[in-house]
């Protein structure tokens, strides 16, 4: 059985089946033609399957162990499609910290639809516990989260989510199959935003869904086909082309991520730092267990709430700017930016400060990054 980081370069079909090219074509085309009435080729129509996307599907599933893969044209589009999986009256439990657009697409479109769901801690399995209906039919977190980067024992909620007949969909975007495989530990869906690190370098929007169901495997495929928010042929391709690095790309924002952890946790301008590498975060022994690596996100406050909007305005190489996982840092306000979607007092609730900063570590030097921190830090604090 190969190893991840041969996987990501040789995985699935690499290889172009026809001409033998060594990186798979960009099939730009919307359709196919047909051998005869009645009788088409593999390929019918791009909606249905191209094989530049179908490269990639074949990858994610090869990569996070599932049966299937599916490309969409955004993260949200894969969430949507695997939600519509559930019918009028079904009811989810959700992670209380889960990214502000995941939260805002299941109560202001899904819940008209008839979809009912309840927000919970789930680091408290207690908690999670009580939430169980009937009616439940699934759960859905991530781990590490967004923004917090808790960590949530994969294995212990699969077996509670089984228990109570309930799917356990997991967004591993954080993580990445590099150092997370949440199927291997009993997930039944694992979704990501192919934007972040699979892809790699900010240049592309993109979901991917895979699992380990052939039965689920057919219900999401006849959802993508049938909502149609599938991802085009250019771009199945640059997510193609970003995961050859992930290897590579992540531990490197892993080794970095560590000394800014190390740094911010010792500055005196800084109150509380959010990273499971941290030996006294909660979730660090946890995260020994259930992945390969810490990643490269951390969350963090200012002592002082008022000095957050000039400390984000005055960084030279770590660039203010939604998303993360590209190679370039970046740092973002979730109240005001990847989380005003939710509603102030349920962010605060799940702990998502005003004061709150988020950093997506990029491959740069890591000295450059801390010396950028530590002049945004003493400029505003003069
Ligand atoms: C954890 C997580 N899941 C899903 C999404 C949605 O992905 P996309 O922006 O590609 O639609 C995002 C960010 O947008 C995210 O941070
Ligand atoms: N304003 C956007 C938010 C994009 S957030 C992107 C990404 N998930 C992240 O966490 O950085 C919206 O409201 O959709």
Same mark, same amino acid.
């Given at each position: 059985?190969?190893?991840?980081?041969?996987?990501?370069?040789?995985?699935?079909?690499?290889?172009?089946?026809?001409?033998?090219?060594?990186?798979?074509?960009?099939?730009?085309?919307?359709?196919?033609?047909?051998?005869?009435?009645?009788?088409?080729?593999?390929?019918?129509?791009?909606?249905?399957?191209?094989?530049?996307?179908?490269?990639?599907?074949?990858?994610?599933?090869?990569?996070?162990?599932?049966?299937?893969?599916?490309?969409?044209?955004?993260?949200?589009?894969?969430?949507?499609?695997?939600?519509?999986?559930?019918?009028?009256?079904?009811?989810?439990?959700?992670?209380?910290?889960?990214?502000?657009?995941?939260?805002?697409? /299941?109560?202001?479109?899904?819940?008209?639809?008839?979809?009912?769901?309840?927000?919970?801690?789930?680091?408290?399995?207690?908690?999670?516990?009580?939430?169980?209906?009937?009616?439940?039919?699934?759960?859905?977190?991530?781990?590490?989260?967004?923004?917090?980067?808790?960590?949530?024992?994969?294995?212990?909620?699969?077996?509670?989510?089984?228990?109570?007949?309930?799917?356990?969909? /997991?967004?591993?975007?954080?993580?990445?199959?590099?150092?997370?495989?949440?199927?291997?530990?009993?997930?039944?869906?694992?979704?990501?935003?192919?934007?972040?690190?699979?892809?790699?370098?900010?240049?592309?929007?993109?979901?991917?869904?895979?699992?380990?169901?052939?039965?689920?495997?057919?219900?999401?495929?006849?959802?993508?086909?049938?909502?149609?928010?599938?991802?085009?042929?250019?771009?199945?391709?640059?997510?193609?082309?970003?995961?050859?690095?992930?290897?590579?790309?992540?531990?490197?924002?892993?080794?970095?991520?560590?000394?800014?952890?190390?740094?911010?946790?010792?500055? %005196?301008?800084?109150?509380?730092?959010?990273?499971?590498?941290?030996?006294?975060?909660?979730?660090?022994?946890?995260?020994?267990?259930?992945?390969?690596?810490?990643?490269?996100?951390?969350?963090?406050?200012?002592?002082?709430?008022?000095? /957050?909007? %000039?400390?984000?305005?005055?960084?030279?190489?770590?660039?203010?700017?939604?998303?993360?996982?590209?190679?370039?840092?970046?740092?973002?306000?979730?109240?005001?930016?990847?989380?005003?979607?939710?509603?102030?007092?349920?962010?605060?609730?799940?702990?998502?400060?005003?004061?709150?900063?988020?950093?997506?570590?990029?491959?740069?030097?890591?000295?450059?990054?801390?010396?950028?921190?530590?002049?945004?830090?003493?400029?505003?604090?003069?």
């Amino acid at each position: 059985m190969p190893q991840l980081k041969t996987k990501v370069i040789h995985g699935a079909v690499s290889t172009d089946q026809v001409t033998g090219s060594v990186v798979t074509p960009i099939y730009q085309t919307s359709t196919f033609l047909q051998n005869g009435l009645g009788s088409p080729k593999e390929y019918e129509y791009t909606r249905l399957g191209n094989p530049t996307r179908h490269a990639l599907e074949a990858l994610i599933a090869e990569l996070e162990g599932g049966v299937r893969g599916f490309a969409f044209a955004s993260g949200m589009a894969g969430i949507h499609a695997v939600l519509s999986l559930f019918k009028p009256g079904d009811h989810l439990i959700l992670a209380d910290d889960i990214y502000g657009g995941t939260f805002r697409l /299941v109560d202001e479109i899904l819940s008209k639809s008839g979809l009912t769901y309840d927000l919970v801690d789930f680091s408290d399995l207690s908690v999670l516990t009580e939430k169980f209906k009937p009616e439940t039919v699934a759960v859905y977190f991530e781990s590490p989260s967004n923004p917090l980067l808790k960590i949530h024992d994969i294995a212990q909620i699969v077996a509670l989510a089984k228990s109570h007949g309930a799917l356990t969909v /997991v967004d591993n975007t954080f993580a990445t199959p590099y150092f997370q495989r949440p199927l291997e530990l009993g997930a039944d869906i694992v979704l990501h935003s192919g934007t972040k690190y699979l892809g790699g370098h900010s240049d592309v929007i993109s979901g991917l869904v895979t699992t380990n169901s052939e039965k689920l495997a057919d219900h999401i495929g006849f959802l993508q086909n049938s909502i149609g928010s599938v991802l085009g042929p250019n771009d199945s391709w640059l997510v193609l082309r970003g995961i050859k690095t992930l290897a590579l790309r992540m531990e490197a924002h892993a080794a970095n991520a560590k000394k800014l952890a190390l740094f911010l946790d010792a500055s %005196p301008y800084v109150s509380k730092v959010y990273f499971p590498g941290l030996k006294q975060d909660p979730g660090h022994e946890l995260a020994k267990k259930q992945m390969d690596g810490f990643g490269g996100m951390i969350s963090f406050e200012l002592a002082d709430e008022s000095k /957050v909007k %000039p400390f984000v305005e005055s960084l030279k190489y770590i660039l203010l700017a939604e998303s993360l996982g590209g190679v370039e840092s970046l740092i973002e306000v979730p109240s005001v930016m990847t989380h005003a979607s939710v509603p102030k007092a349920l962010r605060e609730k799940a702990g998502i400060k005003d004061s709150l900063i988020r950093l997506s570590v990029g491959i740069e030097d890591a000295t450059d990054l801390i010396a950028d921190l530590s002049a945004a830090f003493e400029k505003v604090n003069a």
